[in-house]
């Protein structure tokens, strides 16, 4: 296609613009928040006046659990005795539930520390919220992470609810024991008799020493939760699709446990630096107390939300959510999801019929073409993760050189992996350049084959993460059918390059949020978890790729080449 009206440079400006505008945002709320001082609100969360209980906690040592008849360590006695006196200085009078719990070949006398705070009158009969956390850690490290952080989290959002808070419904402090030996402690927590009946429980974990603080887990049928978390949270950091993504980690919390038992509720954690995870590096030393404020944030103003409801649903629909920026929660029921996923398919199947009317005989041939470009550039994302990330092992000399720095590695791989898959759709379309508009659009529909089968099966199976490809291939669905019906002359090119660019920042603002979750949850050690994304979020980018002349769609591939090539020799010396 050779548009009498090309697009300028200015055009070619303003499409990489927006869209690294959305890759600046993304960055922009990547890091958590500040801490707050000793000296903030008296109702506010400050993680520097939580900071003092880490501090102690981790002094102890490593506290494991004394497993099959071994006693436990000191410093598992200290950090016990330690937490109890804590919630009685809060005004709370903590007991113990001790009792034997085993898993498999694992069993240990667990002593899980229990405290309640009534409400007034009848409220006081209600559910209650409960806080957890655990005090016990691995042998190999203190454990300021995973979870003295938890705790000492729990302890300052006490203190808080204690200056503001509704208390239509009591409250329960549970700090369990034995997390770490296999869920031991929270094995017994039902059988408690404060917690029979549970409202809600939230729970505060930690993968690593770093990072924003995700909600990454609700219970099925609490929906309602969620909605008090977006409602009362100033820095959401949620996505349905994180929990799909967490269950193919080797990891369990307390709430998979007590979510067996019918409890409803949601799991906070932070997973940056997962090098540190279970080591002697998670100390106060290496603990990003940023993190621990958004974690403290986001509990603080969901059990405020959740304890000022003197009434809760007795079912819930489950839903589908994610954040846009840390800044706003976009949340809407599996019924909306499925909903949206039969509209994309049906603009889809018009536009079809639209091609078939105006194509004839070249409506199958258009299709196969962009089905097959999707494809190519999936396979062209792999082959470049398999070729970078061997690249910097032999260069290195490490089997994984990037577990303690993973940035520049998947920096490497993200820009080439746009770099490569950029300049072969240059060379298609070089090999079989569109002829018309309608052609064009036509390609693009068969790119979108596999997304609205995708949309379609995931929010039939997998509802959770049906978003990230019905919510895209619904605007570019959209964006096609009106370009099909309204911009088809060869003079319409800024119009059709307008539609593109709406199709590229949808799949930007939907996507980039996720590549960085993959990032954290799988750093640099799995390629194809950094490649894939990128490559299915190119492929809606054909259509604004084709648009421009040559000389301008060699750039951006030429200057991320160059960056990647960067980002190589930094992941290689900087190990």
Not at 143 to 163: M, P
Not at 403 to 429: G, I, K, R
């Amino acid at each position: 296609m050779t548009p009498t009206r090309s697009p300028s440079f200015l055009h070619y400006a303003l499409a990489l613009s927006v869209t690294g505008l959305v890759a600046l945002l993304v960055l922009i709320h990547h890091p958590p928040p500040r801490p707050k001082p000793v000296d903030c609100e008296a109702k506010q969360f400050s993680a520097e006046r939580a900071r003092a209980d880490i501090a102690s906690l981790t002094a102890f040592g490593p506290r494991p659990v004394g497993l099959n008849g071994q006693p436990h360590p000191e410093a598992h006695r200290q950090a016990r005795d330690f937490v109890m006196q804590r919630l009685r200085d809060l005004g709370l009078s903590p007991e113990l539930q001790i009792g034997p719990s085993c898993l498999r070949d694992r069993c240990a006398q667990v002593e899980n520390i229990i405290a309640r705070r009534a409400a007034a009158g009848l409220a006081d009969q209600r559910e209650p919220l409960v806080l957890l956390s655990h005090y016990d850690s691995v042998a190999r490290g203190p454990g300021a992470g995973d979870a003295a952080s938890g705790v000492a989290t729990i302890l300052e959002v006490l203190r808080a609810l204690e200056v503001q808070a509704i208390w239509q419904r009591p409250l329960v402090v549970v700090i369990d024991d034995g997390e770490e030996a296999g869920l031991l402690g929270a094995r017994l927590l039902p059988s408690h008799r404060w917690l029979s009946r549970v409202a809600a429980v939230l729970n505060h974990e930690a993968r690593g020493t770093g990072g924003q603080t995700a909600m990454f887990e609700a219970s099925r049928h609490s929906t309602w939760l969620v909605e008090a978390y977006a409602t009362s949270v100033e820095r959401p950091m949620a996505a349905s699709a994180i929990y799909p993504l967490y269950k193919l980690l080797p990891n369990d919390t307390d709430l998979t446990v007590l979510q067996a038992a019918g409890w409803r509720g949601l799991n906070f954690a932070f997973a940056e630096r997962a090098h540190q995870y279970h080591t002697a590096q998670d100390s106060l030393e290496f603990l990003d107390l940023g993190s621990v404020q958004h974690m403290g944030d986001q509990s603080l103003g969901t059990a405020r939300a959740v304890l000022a409801r003197s009434t809760l649903p007795s079912d819930d629909r489950d839903g589908v959510w994610f954040e846009l920026f840390t800044r706003h929660l976009v949340l809407y029921r599996t019924e909306t999801a499925a909903g949206l996923a039969i509209v994309q398919a049906t603009l889809w199947l018009l536009a079809i019929g639209l091609l078939i009317q105006r194509q004839r005989g070249q409506a199958l041939r258009l299709l196969l073409l962009g089905i097959g470009r999707f494809v190519l550039v999936i396979l062209v994302a792999a082959v470049v993760g398999a070729v970078v990330s061997k690249l910097i092992a032999s260069l290195s000399g490490g089997s994984r050189p990037w577990l303690s720095q993973p940035l520049p590695t998947w920096l490497a791989l993200s820009t080439l992996t746009v770099a490569v898959t950029s300049l072969f759709q240059l060379l298609a379309c070089r090999l079989s350049p569109p002829s018309s508009l309608d052609t064009l659009w036509g390609q693009s529909l068969g790119t979108l084959l596999p997304w609205t089968l995708a949309s379609l099966l995931c929010s039939l199976k997998q509802t959770d993460a049906s978003y990230l490809f019905t919510l895209p291939a619904l605007v570019a669905s959209l964006a096609i059918f009106v370009g099909m019906l309204r911009v088809r002359s060869e003079e319409q090119t800024t119009p059709a390059l307008a539609l593109a660019m709406l199709m590229m920042t949808a799949t930007t603002i939907i996507w980039l949020p996720m590549i960085r979750v993959l990032f954290v949850l799988a750093g640099a050690n799995l390629h194809f978890a950094v490649t894939i994304p990128w490559a299915v979020l190119i492929s809606l980018a054909d259509p604004l790729h084709r648009l421009f002349p040559m000389r301008l769609r060699v750039l951006m591939p030429t200057a991320l080449s160059m960056l990647g090539g960067t980002a190589i020799a930094v992941a290689v010396l900087g190990r």
